[in-house]
């Protein structure tokens, strides 16, 4: 049996399937006294679905959320728990909850997050970018001027950057991406886990293209993962990516070589054959181009 304390719950929710809700966040939602919801009406199925009898709700959303902060903290202060959940995943992550938490922290009522389901983290695990150092950078500006220039003042950025999209706007976005990054690596994740999940690997170049050759493009919310800045990429290869090189290469082609070292580290078979070519073995003959 959970024990649910005098205090604020933060609850992620499924972004797709419903399955992806966790033991303790049910047990957490069937058990605090009320529940903030970004919006109660499409809250109340997964409410209904995971078991929860007459929910208390609270309407918690981006127009009411610093008055509603006050009426919640009294809730708290007077013995009662309260759960936060947003539409789908994690709160606060672009969704209602920062002023919430920041007025529970300063009067010294408890938070205790939950760990769950978060779009951003779920498309980053699939995308064959660099996740040990990331950027999340949110929803992109509507505007063309404020995009090009958000855009552009993160060419340089040398974390993977996650940005959300709206499935209407998404074009126009693919050929901004497209001036600003040339061929910068690129990865859109859409529907993730539901029924037409659908991942595009492309680069910035070829993204418009290649979604405005998927008729069900503009359905479902969306997930960008684009490449890092890297300034001298072929000297960028780590030591021991370089010593099992010198390892294999008297023992299979340079094509070889680059191809399983690439696996093992994690690193682009190109980059490392352009490393091979100049660093390790001269007479090479640079024609391999596969990975681009």
């Keep these: 049996m959970f024990e649910i304390k005098k205090a604020l719950y933060i609850v992620p929710t499924p972004i797709g399937n419903m399955d992806d809700i966790t033991v303790r966040a049910c047990e957490v939602l069937k058990l ?13 199925p997964l409410l ?11 309407s918690y959303h981006d ?3 610093t008055e509603k902060a006050e009426k919640i903290i009294s809730i708290i202060k007077d013995g009662y728990s309260v759960a936060l959940i947003s539409d789908a995943g994690t709160p606060m992550v672009s969704d209602p909850g920062y002023h919430l938490v920041s007025a529970c922290v300063k009067d010294n009522i408890p ?9 951003a983290i779920t498309a980053l695990c699939a995308s064959g970018m660099p996740s040990d150092r990331f ?3 949110g929803f992109l500006p509507v505007k063309e001027k404020m995009l090009r220039d958000r855009l552009t003042s993160l060419v340089k950025e040398p974390r993977t950057m996650i940005f959300y999209e709206a499935p209407r706007r998404v074009l126009d976005t693919a ?16 529907e993730l886990t539901k029924t037409f999940e659908t991942k595009y690997y492309t680069t910035c170049s070829k993204l418009y293209d290649v979604l405005n050759s998927d008729p069900n493009v503009q359905k479902g919310e969306m997930v960008i993962i684009l490449a890092p800045y890297r300034e001298k990429e072929i000297n960028d290869v780590p030591d021991e990516a370089v010593k099992m090189m010198n390892l294999l290469k008297g023992e299979l082609s340079p094509k ?4 399983i070292v690439a696996k093992i580290y994690g690193l682009r078979k190109n980059q490392l054959y352009k490393y091979f070519l100049e660093q390790i073995h001269e007479g090479a003959s640079e024609e391999y181009v596969d990975d681009e």
Aim: charged share 25%.
């Design 32 to 44: 605090v006294d009320y529940i903030c919801a970004e919006d109660t009406r499409h809250s109340l």
């Design 48 to 58: 209904e679905g995971i078991g929860v009898s007459s929910p208390k709700l609270i």
């Design 63 to 65: 127009h009411n959320e």
């Design 111 to 119: 938070v205790f997050p939950l760990p769950g389901a978060c779009a």
């Design 135 to 137: 950027s999340f950078e």
């Design 175 to 190: 050929k901004i991406l497209a001036e600003v990054f040339g061929d910068r690596e690129v990865m859109i994740a859409r």
């Design 256 to 259: 070889k070589v680059c191809e």
